[in-house]
């Protein structure tokens, strides 16, 4: 490249694009933040520690069996298996009761879950692997976060 013309106005249009690609990139990650939580009951503050799935099987009619899906997945080392069940005032003791049979399915399929019941405005019942972090970790981050 000769060095005689004037490429000043390139500067300007690098930072430009630069700019462009930031905005861009945040505007995303806004949107598809806003999409993630509508699509999850919120979490409370000092709640469980849990990371993100890495597989997902949803309790309904007509789709396969948790032990089904057990068996088709191959967990790694330090996967956590979850029985989430999210439930109506009205829906509390089937949803619990279910919640109860999917962890005996599990159990007896050699992988002990957690088990977590709590309100929500629908009925789901839900069972992720997920790498969760250390809670004890987790609080001491919630725990300097709110100093």
Known sequence: MTGNGNN????????????LFIVTGATLAGSLGKAREDDVEPRLPGGIA?????????????????????????????????????????????????AEELAQQAIAAGQPPRVIVQPASATRIMALFAYDGEAQL??????????
């Open 8 to 19: 000043s106005w390139l500067v300007p249009l690098a930072d430009l694009s630069l700019i």
């Open 50 to 98: 849990q990371g993100v799935a890495a597989s997902i099987y949803t309790d309904a009619a007509g789709g396969p069996s948790l032990a089904e899906w057990l068996a088709q997945y191959r967990a790694g080392p330090g996967e956590q298996l979850t029985i989430e069940a999210f439930h109506t005032p009205a829906d509390r003791a089937a949803v619990t009761s279910r």
């Open 138 to 147: 987790a609080q001491g981050l919630l725990q300097e976060g709110q100093q």
